[in-house]
T-cell receptor, first 114, second 113 residues
């Protein structure tokens, strides 16, 4: 059973539209992550989030992307103006407190840009 | 091992045999490593982890070996079962206060009943 629930499971959007992907942790986690996986390729880090701030971000996470935790529960990834190359699986992950704790992933949202 | 382009290396084993999946990691400063299993349509599922100050760690039916000299990680699965069929990824944490994970390209394990 994943420690996070991601919605929607599949999102189809026209290029240029905004999308919001949601992640709800099962228990009270403090450390959140977004990764993406383009079809057939490896999982890539996007961003980490702790205490309502971005801790780290990759080169992929440009100005088109943003994250927030608006209500203390949901953790969201927003892509403002989607491009064809944004088509991928997007995974949310959480990590328990403690330095050497693994990240636990949700089952992802498949984003398809038309 | 590492994959090229979209083609994952594949390991086929008979049910009941032991499996060994290998991974070459890139950063000699990485301080923590994780093996994940990914089944079709699902997210990466944690299997086992190991810190860089260890060279071996055992779990239930799984063992991870770390060789820092050659930057090599392996996952051994004992008595492989059909339910073990999946893509397996190694992931490394770069250390120096960073918690982002860098994933390898994955190995597809197929178990022959």
């Amino acid at each position: 059973e994943p420690e996070v629930t991601q919605t929607p499971s599949h999102q189809v959007t026209q290029m240029g539209q905004e999308v919001i992907l949601r992640c709800v942790p099962i228990s009270n986690h403090l450390y959140f992550y977004w990764y993406r996986q383009i079809l057939g390729q490896k999982v890539e880090f996007l961003v980490s989030f702790y205490n309502n701030e971005i801790s780290e971000k990759s080169e992929i996470f440009d100005d088109q992307f943003s994250v927030e935790r608006p209500d203390g529960s949901n953790f969201t990834l927003k892509i403002r103006s989607t491009k064809l190359e944004d088509s991928a699986m997007y995974f949310c992950a959480v990590r328990p407190t403690g330095r050497n704790q693994p990240q636990h992933f949700g089952d992802g949202t498949r984003l398809s840009i038309l | 091992g590492e994959s090229v382009g979209l083609h994952l290396p594949t390991l086929s084993v008979q049910e009941g045999d032991n499996s060994i999946i290998n991974c070459a990691y890139s950063n000699s400063a990485s301080d923590y490593f994780i093996w994940y299993k990914q089944e079709s349509g699902k997210g990466p599922q944690f299997i086992i982890d190991i810190r860089s100050n260890m060279d071996k760690r055992q779990g239930q039916r799984v063992t991870v070996l770390l060789n820092k000299t050659v930057k090599h990680l392996s996952l051994q699965i004992a008595a492989t079962q059909p339910g073990d069929s999946a893509v397996y990824f190694c992931a490394e944490r770069p250390g120096a206060g960073s918690y982002q994970l860098t994933f390898g390209k994955g190995t597809k394990l197929s178990v022959i009943p």
